[in-house]
T-cell receptor, first 113, second 114 residues
């Protein structure tokens, strides 16, 4: 079956712009989480959605937001981009949550110039 | 709050040798523990997980890990590695029955040499 699909794979944006990243979870999975991966900070949790509701949120500024649709697809948005937002953004899906383990997508590589 | 320490940032080994990647965690509550692997330019793949029960957990690709509550450790082992095991390995912890947030270690880069 299809895995977790993230689009686009690569993105270059200018400081001050905003960006939207998309994630299509595995069919039937209702939990979607987002992580930011950078060389300096490693993997950091952004937020998690379950059945269109945000269940958990990490320690990121309000410029980072997300949502989940009724078909479980999820988007995350970053407004007023800063150079430090350059990172690999990973989406992960699970049937209901951590008990089942998360399957990660290949990520979206965002470069802010 | 939970935290994870992966004691080795890089581990070089020869092909067919055994390997152990070390992971220690800190938490004031019960936890679930995970090992993930990341190949270059890819996302993370779940190798194995400990939720409860037997402390020895077997995963994919011949990997296994042992949960040691007294030492708060969850070390990953493989008796004989292959070139294809070259990758970065991440240990992660989450609060059992609580937040879905995974807290990751900084990763261990395993390099298998011929």
């Amino acid at each position: 079956k299809a895995g977790v699909t993230q689009t686009p794979r690569y993105l270059i944006k200018t400081r001050g712009q905003q960006v939207t990243l998309s994630c299509s979870p595995i069919s039937g999975h209702r939990s979607v989480s987002w992580y930011q991966q950078t060389p300096g900070q490693g993997l950091q949790f952004l937020f998690e959605y379950f059945s269109e509701t945000q269940r958990n949120k990490g320690n990121f500024p309000g410029r980072f937001s997300g949502r989940q649709f009724s078909n479980s697809r999820s988007e995350m948005n970053v407004s007023t981009l800063e150079l430090g937002d350059s990172a690999l953004y990973l989406c992960a899906s699970s049937l209901t949550g951590q008990n089942y383990g998360y399957t990660f997508g290949s990520g979206t590589r965002l470069t802010v110039v | 709050a939970q935290s994870v320490t992966q004691l080795d940032s890089q581990v070089p080994v020869f092909e067919e040798a055994p390997v152990e990647l070390r992971c220690n965690y800190s938490s004031s509550v019960s936890v679930y523990l995970f090992w993930y692997v990341q190949y270059p330019n890819q996302g993370l793949q779940l190798l194995l997980k400990y939720l409860s029960g037997s402390t020895l957990v077997k995963g994919i690709n011949g990997f296994e890990a042992e949960f040691n509550k007294s030492q708060t450790s969850f070390h990953l082992r493989k008796p004989s590695v292959h070139i294809s095991d070259t990758a970065e390995y991440f240990c992660a912890v989450s609060e059992s029955g609580g937040s879905e947030k995974l807290v990751f270690g900084k990763g261990t880069k395993l390099t298998v040499n011929p």
